[in-house]
């Protein structure tokens, strides 16, 4: 069975100040995908990465990273100088790879961390 | 682009009603699913269809049916519906093929059922 847990219910931020939503998975599957996906206020799912169980390579877009470590199972999602715009729900996600090819499976998903970034 | 669209964005139902949920995606995808997502609990799957005229059952299918109407039309009745079905429904849809595994999701239907 596959888990993920997102142990931050809410966190809340001052504008500018960098702030990092952790997300630890589970899952018995050698290959599998982690999402990261951000759902704002207005209340759709926005897709924001993907990352392939093979590469453990961090990823910077802008001002948001990701840090995925597999010895710990981990798959963090860092925002620096945050901005009150990203204020939104962040969830994160996991499918065995090749799963979604076949239509056979969905995304896990973990509970979401509410972030709140105060002007 | 339109995406995934879903209609009603906003409904609400008296015990026992019934009512079907629409989803249609123009991105010429094969796999569309159904998710609700409930308070501190995520999303979790109901139905999916991996592919025209195929359907199954997801996590939570207990109280929904769906149809594959097409292969741009996903839809899920809620035969009589209960107050435990008050939640968000997502639909979203993926393409097929290696390496195409992102799924795009639909603004979200909120259900209220009294």
């Known amino acids: 069975a596959q888990k993920v847990t997102q142990a931050q219910t809410e966190i809340s931020v001052v504008e500018k100040e960098d702030v990092t939503l952790d997300c630890v998975y589970e899952t018995r599957d050698t290959t599998y995908y982690l999402f990261w996906y951000k759902q704002p206020p207005s209340g759709e799912l926005v897709f924001l990465i993907r990352r392939n169980s093979f590469d453990e390579q961090n990823e910077i877009s802008g001002r948001y990273s990701w840090n995925f470590q597999k010895s710990t199972s981990s798959f963090n999602f860092t925002i620096t100088a945050s901005q009150v715009v990203d204020s939104a729900v962040y969830f994160c996600?996991?499918?065995?790879?090749?799963?979604?090819?076949?239509?056979?499976?969905?995304?896990?998903f973990g509970s979401g961390t509410r972030l709140q970034v105060q002007p | 682009n339109a995406g995934v669209t879903q209609t009603p964005k906003f409904q609400v139902l008296k015990t026992g009603q019934s009512m079907t949920l629409q989803c249609a995606q123009d991105?010429?995808?094969?796999?569309m699913y159904w998710y609700r997502q409930d308070p501190g609990m995520g999303l979790r799957l109901i139905y999916y269809s991996a592919s025209e005229g195929t359907t199954d059952k997801g996590e939570v299918p207990n109280g929904y049916n769906v149809s594959r109407l097409n292969k741009r039309e996903f839809s899920l009745r809620l035969e009589s519906a209960a107050p435990s079905q008050t939640s968000v429904y997502f639909c979203?849809?993926?393409?097929?093929?290696?390496?195409?595994?992102?799924?795009?999701f639909g603004a979200g239907t909120r259900l209220s059922v009294l």
């Open positions: 996600a996991l499918i065995k790879r090749g799963a979604m090819d076949t239509g056979r499976r969905a995304l896990t």
């Open positions: 979203a849809s993926t393409p097929s093929g290696t390496g195409k595994n992102i799924q795009y």
């Open positions: 991105m010429n995808h094969n796999s």
